[in-house]
């Protein structure tokens, strides 16, 4: 009985085999896998025995769609995508109100990986500064402090005046970007009496 050359190839996957069989045996295919990739069948169909001669069959695969989302992390700019295996990952630009964009954890790669991924915008908190203009007045001072941090107005005086509030108005934390605040004034009045010590011609 003659016997003939079969070839599984794998076609970039795992598992492929030759055999060598006599004809009309029966013919039984390897199981293969490919990172990344379903396998689909083999090219030609495997018959039930050898055939006269021998044959290769190649694997043929199709490649597998993996979800990629990008989380900005109390930011703006997330997205999720669907996308073939080791095709190209392009992360999208991110922006926090007061926060500086840091990295992506994990470390995002050139190509889609052979899984669902996650990754997450990494931030630093950004500081500014609040300067308070005593505005003729005494107790200004700046302050520099981070993001989102409670701020609190300092207490200022100015001779003959009553403190009439800042402009703008100071907000309960630190806004995200460098502000001065401006103390507003209300002249006070004082009653002054000219007093005549007994003669005529005194006022209030």
Known sequence: ??????????????????????????????MV?????????WSP???????????????????????????ANGGEGSVTNEQDYASEIVAPEV??????FVSWSPEVGTTVPASNVVYTAQWSVNQ???????????GGKAVTQNYGTELAAPTVTRTGYSFAGWRPSVPTTMPAADRTF????TANQYTVTFDPDGGVGGWS
Not at 129 to 138: K, R, W
Not at 182 to 185: I, R
């Open 33 to 41: 896998s490919r990172k990344g990739y379903t396998f689909t069948g």
């Open 182 to 185: 401006v103390a507003q004034w």
């Open 95 to 100: 922006s926090r109100t007061g926060y500086s």
């Open 1 to 30: 009985m003659s016997q003939y050359t079969v070839m599984f190839d794998a076609n970039g996957g795992t598992g492929g085999k030759t055999v060598v069989q006599d004809y009309g045996t029966a013919l039984s295919a390897p």
């Open 45 to 71: 169909a495997v018959p039930a025995t050898v055939p006269a001669g021998g044959a290769t069959y190649t694997a043929q695969w199709k490649v597998n769609q993996y979800a990629v989302a990008f989380d």
């Open 128 to 138: 500014y500064m609040a300067t308070f203009d005593a505005n003729g007045g005494s």
